[in-house]
């Protein structure tokens, strides 16, 4: 049975056998194994309850579309003191949970989102921050 050719690995230009990474990119995830993390049967099951009372991602239906919820995500992580009770969770679909949760996490933002004064939470953010007079 005939196999994948090798691809070209974009950063250091060697060919890389199909569905391995190259060794100029090593793993950075040193994060313990979901398991680990205690996502295990109870998770599982609390899971899927979850998405058959919440079958809708919630970030889509803020923007006005319908998309089914695949993924569970804790509005506060439970390493920062979450917990796995309904009030904490929220139904997104695949592309909101990849894009919009994980690389917020990736990059350690805090909250997104408005003040009640419309201002937004992230301090970061440029509104927020002091304005150089330098100019």
């Given at each position: 049975m005939p196999t994948r050719p090798?691809?070209?690995?974009?950063?250091c230009r060697r060919p890389?056998?199909?569905?391995q990474r190259c060794d100029c990119r090593p793993k950075t995830d040193n994060?313990?194994?979901?398991?680990?993390?205690?996502?295990?049967a109870a998770w599982e099951k609390l899971r899927a309850?979850?998405?058959?009372?919440?079958?809708f991602c919630v970030m889509c239906q803020r923007e006005g579309r319908i998309e089914h919820a695949v993924d569970v995500n804790h509005k506060k992580r439970v390493r920062d003191g979450g917990t796995n009770d309904w009030s904490n969770l929220e139904g997104l679909c695949r592309h909101h949970h990849r894009s919009v949760v994980q690389s917020r996490e990736r990059r350690g933002a805090v909250p997104h989102g408005c003040n009640?004064?419309?201002t937004p939470k992230d301090p970061d953010h440029p509104w927020n921050?002091?304005?150089d007079n330098a100019a």
């Amino acid at each position: 049975m005939p196999t994948r050719p090798p691809r070209i690995c974009p950063r250091c230009r060697r060919p890389v056998p199909a569905g391995q990474r190259c060794d100029c990119r090593p793993k950075t995830d040193n994060r313990p194994s979901p398991r680990a993390r205690g996502y295990d049967a109870a998770w599982e099951k609390l899971r899927a309850a979850f998405l058959k009372a919440h079958p809708f991602c919630v970030m889509c239906q803020r923007e006005g579309r319908i998309e089914h919820a695949v993924d569970v995500n804790h509005k506060k992580r439970v390493r920062d003191g979450g917990t796995n009770d309904w009030s904490n969770l929220e139904g997104l679909c695949r592309h909101h949970h990849r894009s919009v949760v994980q690389s917020r996490e990736r990059r350690g933002a805090v909250p997104h989102g408005c003040n009640e004064d419309g201002t937004p939470k992230d301090p970061d953010h440029p509104w927020n921050r002091e304005p150089d007079n330098a100019a």
